[in-house]
């Protein structure tokens, strides 16, 4: 075998210098750097905890209360000194080591250890400064946002009023997935015939989608009751918060479903045609049941954003938590209030994010596979 | 009459010309094979037969009427053209039963039991009988394309065009494809297949088209297009399969 070609002949040379490369990073420096940044960041956090906690119990918060966030965030510091101080000695391991294998895997430790405390140190600090943010100023900022007194007595009233919002979210969702399903195959018609519709659900698009939604929600909502028409103008609020939201959202809506139609692999649609299914039929059975399984996840999204944007009906005085919050915001010169609505938004939001990402997660692996 | 007659068709897209000027008929009960270099038009060909292709001029007529031009029901004609594709194209949202009973049941309004039986009948005489609630990624290439032949058969055609439809498949799975194809011509049914497994049309063509630059260039029985081909063209063609193994 050896020398049976020309390259292997200057195999003497290319091993040495490939011997010569092959040195042990023992990362002495980056090691000594992350301790030095963890001892700070360890007494940084120890001082920001007694301070902060030694304040809340002057303010009346009990002792066990005070004492459980501090503890918590000094233990976190003293790990991440520990695994900097792992990481340094395994460092010194490393360079001490007379097997270079040996000295390879300390040095791969203390690498990861190091980085590992680094990251730790920086979320510390982070949440080190968050605390002092709500502290500092005699906790002027605790005291507007958190108000727990306030936060309990009005969460009665403004839950009662999410349900405004759930009611608005919940009949919109419905008539935006109808709605925008009609605009996106009215935008997928086919030749000339199609043309017409086609440019009109192309001009709604645009036109809803170029809209701010607080300014269409405001037409609507102040403008059909000025018009006198029949029912049109003798509408809840409630009711122009839905249409308004339905027009919006169900231009962006169209969006996705197009995007989805669109995507569906022309030879589906050849299958389809080629048995003699007519263009409805075929995209009845095989076009859009196709395009909603890709589309998922984005109607996910855009259900979630709609949520949200439920809270843009307090501009035309529905009765919605915002609002409702708004109020009693007012009326105590104190926003706690509106953080009870900032927290049930949050709350009925991250279970879903969590599950478009999981389906997002399982499209990617079926995908993967090759299903 | 013959069943098909393709007059003079040229197909182009652009200024490219994948078909010029071709002619050719084909019979009832005849079973033809389109062979000839990739890009040659066969699949083209087929295509603007059950015309998902339009052609840009010439014409075809099936039983002496005009399939071709303006105000030609087309989903009527497709009901009557089975088509199977080199990449099986199952609907991968339904099962096999469904899949094969989708276009009986919502284009010839076929009664849903009635449809069924008939769609078990075929997959049993395909062996593929116990695959009938299964969706399509679940199965190998093999039986996707032996589910997508039934699916066309569902429709009665009184034509079968088959494009490609081994190309796709592992070569120890082409067999069983090749077998349905082989019991379809002994039981009359009318075929044009656009292959490049000359073994195979060898032995159930009635007939083989070699197509070159969009036109048939030579045409024969099997064993005289295979065994003494004339064209210089078809010479090469022949002899660069045999020197790749594939005859």
Same mark, same amino acid.
């Given at each position: 075998?050896?020398?049976?070609?020309?390259?292997?002949?200057?195999?003497?040379?290319?091993?040495?210098?490939?011997?010569?490369?092959?040195?042990?990073?023992?990362?002495?420096?980056?090691?000594?750097?992350?301790?030095?940044?963890?001892?700070?960041?360890?007494?940084?956090?120890?001082?920001?905890?007694?301070?902060?906690?030694?304040?809340?119990?002057?303010?009346?918060?009990?002792?066990?209360?005070?004492?459980?966030?501090?503890?918590?965030?000094?233990?976190?510091?003293?790990?991440?000194?520990?695994?900097?101080?792992?990481?340094?000695?395994?460092?010194?391991? *490393?360079?001490?080591?007379?097997?270079?294998?040996? *000295?390879?895997?300390?040095?791969?430790?203390?690498?990861?250890?190091?980085?590992?405390?680094?990251?730790?140190?920086?979320?510390?600090?982070?949440?080190?400064?968050? *605390?002092?943010?709500?502290?500092?100023?005699?906790?002027?900022?605790?005291?507007?946002?958190?108000?727990?007194?306030?936060?309990?007595?009005?969460?009665?009233?403004?839950?009662?009023?999410?349900?405004?919002?759930?009611?608005?979210?919940?009949?919109?969702?419905?008539?935006?997935?109808?709605?925008?399903?009609?605009?996106?195959?009215?935008?997928?018609?086919?030749?000339?015939?199609?043309?017409?519709?086609?440019?009109?659900?192309?001009?709604?698009?645009?036109?809803?989608?170029?809209?701010?939604?607080?300014?269409?929600?405001?037409?609507?909502?102040?403008?059909?009751?000025?018009?006198?028409?029949?029912?049109?103008?003798?509408?809840?609020?409630?009711?122009?918060?839905?249409?308004?939201?339905?027009?919006?959202?169900?231009?962006?809506?169209?969006?996705?479903?197009?995007?989805?139609?669109?995507?569906?692999?022309?030879?589906?649609?050849?299958?389809?045609?080629?048995?003699?299914?007519?263009?409805?039929?075929?995209?009845?059975?095989?076009?859009?049941?196709?395009?909603?399984?890709?589309?998922?996840?984005?109607?996910?999204?855009?259900?979630?954003?709609?949520?949200?944007?439920?809270?843009?009906?307090?501009?035309?005085?529905?009765?919605?938590?915002?609002?409702?919050?708004?109020?009693?915001?007012?009326?105590?010169?104190?926003?706690?209030?509106?953080?009870?609505?900032?927290?049930?938004?949050?709350?009925?939001?991250?279970?879903?994010?969590?599950?478009?990402?999981?389906?997002?997660?399982?499209?990617?692996?079926?995908?993967?596979?090759?299903? | 009459?013959?069943?098909?007659?393709?007059?003079? =068709?040229?197909?182009?897209?652009?200024?490219?010309?994948?078909?010029?000027?071709?002619?050719?008929? =084909?019979?009832?009960?005849?079973?033809?094979?389109?062979?000839?270099?990739?890009?040659?038009?066969?699949?083209?060909?087929?295509?603007?037969?059950?015309?998902?292709?339009?052609?840009?001029?010439?014409?075809?007529?099936?039983?002496?009427?005009?399939?071709?031009?303006?105000?030609?029901?087309?989903?009527?004609?497709?009901?009557?053209?089975?088509?199977?594709?080199?990449?099986?194209?199952?609907?991968?949202?339904?099962?096999?039963?469904?899949?094969?009973?989708?276009?009986?049941?919502?284009?010839?309004?076929?009664?849903?039991?009635?449809?069924?039986?008939?769609?078990?009948?075929?997959?049993?005489?395909?062996?593929? %009988?116990?695959?009938?609630?299964?969706?399509?990624?679940?199965?190998?290439?093999?039986?996707?394309?032996? /589910?997508?032949?039934?699916? %066309?058969?569902?429709?009665?055609?009184?034509?079968?065009?088959?494009?490609?439809?081994?190309?796709?498949?592992?070569?120890?799975?082409?067999?069983? =494809?090749?077998?349905?194809?082989?019991?379809?011509?002994?039981?009359?049914?009318?075929?044009?297949?656009?292959?490049?497994?000359?073994?195979? %049309?060898?032995? /159930?063509?009635?007939?083989?088209?070699?197509?070159?630059?969009?036109?048939?260039?030579?045409?024969?029985?099997?064993?005289?297009?295979?065994?003494?081909?004339?064209?210089?063209?078809?010479? %090469?063609?022949?002899?660069?399969?045999?020197?790749?193994?594939?005859?």
């Amino acid at each position: 075998m050896a020398g049976s070609s020309p390259e292997l002949h200057s195999e003497t040379g290319r091993a040495a210098t490939w011997r010569a490369r092959g040195t042990t990073q023992t990362h002495g420096l980056r090691t000594t750097l992350t301790l030095v940044v963890a001892i700070f960041c360890f007494f940084l956090v120890a001082v920001s905890a007694q301070h902060i906690g030694s304040y809340a119990v002057e303010q009346g918060v009990s002792k066990v209360a005070a004492l459980i966030p501090g503890g918590i965030a000094a233990v976190a510091a003293g790990y991440v000194l520990l695994l900097a101080i792992r990481a340094a000695m395994k460092s010194a391991a *490393a360079r001490r080591s007379g097997d270079v294998y040996e *000295a390879r895997a300390l040095g791969a430790e203390a690498s990861l250890a190091s980085w590992k405390a680094l990251s730790w140190s920086g979320a510390l600090l982070v949440v080190t400064a968050g *605390a002092w943010f709500m502290a500092v100023n005699d906790a002027a900022v605790s005291r507007t946002f958190f108000d727990l007194e306030l936060i309990q007595s009005s969460a009665g009233k403004v839950i009662w009023a999410f349900g405004t919002n759930v009611t608005i979210f919940a009949v919109s969702a419905v008539l935006i997935l109808v709605w925008s399903l009609l605009i996106a195959i009215a935008r997928t018609l086919p030749g000339e015939a199609g043309r017409p519709l086609r440019y009109l659900a192309t001009a709604y698009g645009d036109l809803f989608r170029g809209l701010p939604a607080i300014i269409t929600i405001y037409l609507i909502g102040f403008g059909l009751p000025l018009t006198n028409l029949p029912i049109l103008s003798d509408l809840g609020s409630t009711s122009y918060a839905i249409i308004a939201l339905t027009l919006t959202y169900g231009a962006y809506t169209s969006e996705v479903y197009r995007a989805g139609i669109e995507g569906v692999h022309h030879s589906q649609v050849a299958a389809a045609r080629s048995l003699g299914l007519s263009h409805t039929k075929t995209m009845r059975y095989v076009v859009v049941p196709l395009a909603v399984r890709n589309i998922i996840p984005p109607l996910m999204n855009n259900c979630i954003s709609l949520q949200k944007d439920t809270a843009l009906v307090a501009i035309i005085g529905t009765i919605d938590a915002f609002n409702q919050s708004k109020i009693i915001a007012a009326n105590n010169f104190n926003l706690s209030a509106v953080t009870t609505v900032a927290i049930l938004f949050i709350v009925i939001t991250i279970p879903q994010a969590r599950l478009v990402d999981k389906l997002i997660d399982r499209d990617r692996k079926r995908m993967r596979a090759g299903g | 009459m013959s069943l098909l007659e393709i007059n003079g =068709v040229t197909k182009h897209y652009g200024v490219l010309k994948v078909i010029s000027n071709l002619t050719l008929n =084909v019979d009832e009960h005849e079973v033809v094979c389109l062979i000839g270099p990739s890009g040659c038009g066969k699949s083209t060909l087929l295509r603007c037969i059950n015309r998902l292709e339009e052609i840009s001029s010439g014409e075809i007529r099936i039983h002496g009427d005009r399939i071709t031009g303006p105000g030609v029901d087309l989903d009527r004609l497709r009901r009557d053209i089975g088509i199977v594709f080199q990449g099986y194209n199952l609907f991968p949202h339904m099962t096999v039963l469904e899949n094969t009973i989708l276009a009986p049941t919502k284009v010839l309004g076929m009664g849903k039991r009635e449809a069924s039986e008939k769609a078990m009948a075929f997959l049993e005489r395909i062996g593929l %009988a116990h695959k009938a609630n299964e969706y399509p990624d679940r199965m190998s290439g093999g039986q996707q394309q032996r /589910v997508a032949i039934v699916r %066309a058969l569902m429709m009665d055609p009184m034509l079968l065009l088959l494009d490609e439809i081994t190309s796709a498949l592992d070569p120890e799975l082409v067999s069983e =494809v090749l077998d349905i194809v082989r019991d379809l011509a002994a039981r009359g049914m009318t075929m044009i297949l656009a292959t490049h497994e000359m073994g195979f %049309a060898r032995e /159930v063509a009635n007939r083989i088209c070699f197509l070159q630059a969009g036109q048939v260039y030579e045409q024969g029985p099997p064993a005289e297009l295979f065994g003494n081909p004339k064209g210089e063209r078809t010479q %090469a063609f022949l002899r660069s399969l045999k020197k790749a193994g594939r005859i």
